[in-house]
Antibody, heavy 122, light 110 residues
Framework: QVQLQESGPGLVKPSERLSLTCTVS?????????WGWIRQPPGKGLEWIGS???????YYNPSLKSRVTISVDTSKNHFSLRLSSVTAADTAVYYC???????????????WGQGTMLIVSS | QSALTQPPSASGSPGQSVTISCTGT?????????VSWYQQHPGKAPKLMIY???KRPSGVPDRFSGSKSGNTASLTVSGLQAEDEADYYC???????????FGTGTKVTV
């Protein structure tokens, strides 16, 4: 059974950088799927942040691209999100998820982590 | 690239049907058959209900169905049940040089 689990600090100060990790269990992250990050501000809709393949090939939402880095560590079977210069607008539940189709990015996610709340506040 | 447009709310009585629309452009919904629908209950992660316009993942009741015409996709929930009350989001692939886009979300009330 494939499971994803996000982990992160919970609280970050404005202008700092946030780092989140998604640990994958039940399948190797090198199995050939794309892995994505999606966020949801309180009371609002979903926003795709970016996706990465186990080779490191990544795609980002242009609205966040200058501040976002997604990386993968196959030895630890996890992938990570880094977002720099955070503001209150980055306060959200952050989800990691697996893209649906093997070896192809289709931005359709069939397995999700439970989500981790990140608050940006001084 | 803008979010896909969904009605803010929809409702129906138990046993009835409700249909939610998702309008995009020829660059996303109209251009690819990678339209998905997600169900989200409060405080929970989204759950994939429909993928590739009309396919259901294993375990999703056949009361949920999807379709697409031009730049608009639709989700129909037939035989509404209390547990169908949730937020629903559509999403679409928009090409390898673009990024995935979600809909604005629809709150379904039973």
């Amino acid at each position: 059974q494939v499971q994803l689990q996000e982990s992160g600090p919970g609280l970050v100060k404005p202008s700092e950088r946030l780092s989140l990790t998604c640990t994958v269990s039940g399948v190797s992250i090198s199995a050939g799927y794309y892995w994505g990050w999606i966020r949801q501000p309180p009371g609002k809709g979903l926003e795709w942040i970016g996706s990465i393949y186990f080779t490191g090939n990544s795609y980002y939402n242009p609205s966040l691209k200058s501040r976002v880095t997604i990386s993968v560590d196959t030895s630890k079977n996890h992938f990570s999100l880094r977002l720099s210069s955070v503001t209150a607008a980055d306060t959200a539940v952050y989800y990691c998820a697996r893209d649906l189709i093997y070896d192809i990015r289709v931005d359709s996610f069939d397995i999700w982590g439970q989500g981790t709340m990140l608050i940006v506040s001084s | 690239q803008s979010a896909l447009t969904q009605p803010p709310s929809a409702s129906g009585s138990p046993g009835q049907s409700v249909t939610i629309s998702c309008t995009g452009t020829s660059s996303d919904v109209g251009g690819y058959d990678y339209v998905s629908w997600y169900q989200q209950h409060p405080g929970k992660a989204p759950k994939l209900m429909i993928y590739e316009v009309s396919k259901r993942p294993s375990g999703v009741p056949d009361r949920f169905s999807g379709s697409k015409s031009g730049n608009t996709a639709s989700l129909t929930v037939s035989g509404l049940q209390a547990e169908d009350e949730a937020d629903y989001y559509c999403s679409s692939y928009a090409g390898s040089s673009n990024f995935g886009v979600f809909g604005t979300g629809t709150k379904v009330t039973v």
